[in-house]
């Protein structure tokens, strides 16, 4: 029997502020929340900008984080007792390690957002910039086929010195503003995030009377097993993903595609293939990057929360920053909002080492 | 008790071997030592391994414990629809170290990518997938070192009837203990049973 998974809260902070409001109108307004990084120097990596979320920092003696984090768990009115938490970071606040002494892991960000939300006990799910939806999966099997009756679901990571150099030194960051899918793109921006989704059964759904906004209808992860960090650029192990998510869904029941999108030649072009093995008929796609940046393991709970807002609207949000379509997007991308054929949405999420993952989201009553 | 079992075992700590089910024991210089070393032994297969030199420690260390494990098992080659989940309660605190010490003392003007690659803790994990061509899933996952709930997430795992096996790698920074796994019900004596609360890292 078929044990539908409920998402039952969400909220977000982003380049745009706190709230997810505030993003979900930045999308459909195409409007990027990029500025100049001031948070430190930035001249020796060719690149400045960031989508840093505004008139924001922590106060003496915080990490960058903990005041977000707890803004989130403060929205949290319905999430219920027995939701299992979920973590999901990549590298953690690693840019505090001046003192050696210190560790700051994704690990200690996990311990950290325990106490913040205060769990006992829970998972750390650490999959590169696949790493939320990856959470997003394995809490959604857990709870479909009845292991658990509910997750919380969090994701963070932040523009750091530390990520910003890495980025910089495998020459992925873009000068400009990001553009996926054009034709001219020239790299990633980078972008603050965190965020939360509840999940929950049925039975969970009614026995707290929870409010319903979407259903996670499929998943799938897989890995190309090809490079640490380059895509196989066929998509073949994304497009199997892909497959696995639709489950027994045909191309024509996917309304949208919200891809990865990083604005980089080569992811971007590893899901153009992908996505036209999968739907040769074509398929709408977008992708946030081009509003929030890449928010590394902020980026699938994005989308999802995205994909939320495109079923909830009946319309698209558009590309930003796209000019000219990469060949082989011109079907798929589009710089205006279109209107949504049907209620099921993809999200797609490709990290380091070849992790794809890949959430199906539908409206509540698909 | 879990409803999957250890096929395969192997401990890499330091510079040394161990398949205790086939009484492997093996010490050597280094990991690209111990990695000839554990290629030569008969019940190994063949690997070809152009990428072993470019992977950090905790990746060589993961790789080694990986084949010695999956060979223990008698699963060689592992199929394809095998995930790899590295485990741990450290990230990758040393690796972060490297790449940061690095970055600083050359002025923060620039970082070295392969160093930054190794910072996330998912690393091992889909580096082990790279070496073994193992598609399903790969990530790192901490749990507090509570076993009950890596024992949750490899059941869990196991709910998608198209996966065959799992490759546990369970790292504490020294040591890399790899549990090739299958579904069956466990046995008292099962080497995964030897996990105490607070196990899986430092």
Request: proline share 6%.
């Amino acid at each position: 029997m078929k044990n539908d998974v409920y998402i039952t809260a969400a909220e977000l902070v982003t380049g745009y502020g706190f709230g997810m409001a505030s993003c979900m109108d930045g999308l459909f307004a195409g409007k990027h929340a990029f500025r100049t990084i001031t948070r430190f120097p930035t001249e020796q990596f060719g690149c400045s900008l960031a989508a840093t979320i505004p008139d924001y920092a922590p106060p003496d003696g915080r990490s960058f984080l903990e005041p977000v984090l707890e803004y989130l768990a403060g929205t949290l009115t319905s999430s219920p007792e027995e939701a299992e938490f979920f973590f999901a970071a990549t590298i953690g606040e690693a840019d505090c390690l001046d003192n050696s002494g210190n560790r700051w892991t994704a690990d200690t960000l996990f311990e950290k957002s325990l106490r913040i939300f205060r769990r006992r006990n829970g998972i750390l799910y650490s999959g590169a910039c696949s790493s939320s939806n990856i959470a997003l999966a394995r809490a959604a099997s857990m709870i479909r086929h009845r292991r658990i009756p509910a997750a919380l679901v969090v994701a963070c990571d932040y523009v750091s010195e530390f990520v910003y150099s890495g980025f910089a030194s495998l020459s992925a960051m873009s000068p400009e503003p990001a553009r996926p899918f054009d034709l001219n793109r020239r790299g990633l921006i980078l972008g603050d995030a965190a965020g939360l989704l509840v999940l929950a059964s049925e039975e969970t759904v009614e026995k707290h009377s929870l409010p319903v906004l979407g259903k996670v209808g499929g998943w799938g992860i897989t890995t190309d097993a090809l490079h640490v960090t380059a895509p196989d650029t066929e998509g073949r192990q994304m497009a199997r993903a892909i497959r696995i998510a639709m489950g027994d869904r045909a191309p024509g029941d996917i309304g949208l595609v919200i891809a990865h999108g990083t604005g980089t030649t080569f992811n971007d072009e590893m899901e153009i293939r992908a996505v036209n093995t999968v739907f040769p008929e074509g398929v709408p796609m977008v992708s946030t990057k081009g509003a929030v940046g890449h928010t590394l393991a902020g980026a699938g709970l994005i989308q999802a929360i995205a994909a939320l807002e495109v079923l909830k609207r009946g319309g698209i949000f558009p590309q930003t920053n796209l000019q000219t379509p990469a060949p082989g997007a011109e079907r798929l991308v589009s710089d205006e909002v279109r209107p949504l054929k049907k209620s099921r949405v993809l999200s797609l999420n490709a990290g380091f080492g070849g992790c794809n993952a890949v959430l199906m989201l539908e409206d509540s009553h698909a | 008790m879990p409803d999957f079992h250890t096929a395969g075992y192997a401990k890499i700590h330091e510079f040394r071997a161990e398949a205790p089910s086939r009484r492997v024991r093996i010490q050597a210089e280094n990991l690209y030592d111990l990695l000839d070393e554990v290629l030569m032994l008969d019940f190994v297969p063949e690997y070809d391994l152009p990428k072993f030199k470019r992977a950090g420690e905790r990746s060589k260390m993961a790789v080694i414990a990986a084949i010695l494990a999956a060979a223990d098992a008698g699963m060689t080659p592992l199929s394809g629809k095998t995930a790899v989940i590295g485990a741990g309660r450290d990230g990758s605190h040393q690796e972060n170290l490297l790449y940061w010490d690095d970055y600083v003392q050359n002025g923060r003007s620039g970082g070295r990518g392969h160093l930054f690659v190794g910072t996330l803790p998912s690393t091992p994990p889909s580096e082990t997938a790279i070496a073994l061509n193992l598609h399903g899933p790969s990530y790192y996952i901490d749990t507090l070192g509570d076993p009950s709930r890596i024992a949750l997430e490899i059941e869990s795992l196991f709910d998608d009837p198209e996966l065959e096996a799992v490759l546990l790698l369970l790292n504490d920074g020294s040591e890399t203990r790899a549990f090739c796994l299958v579904r069956g019900a466990m046995a008292p004596g099962d080497p995964f049973l030897s996990l105490p609360s607070g196990e899986g890292g430092s």
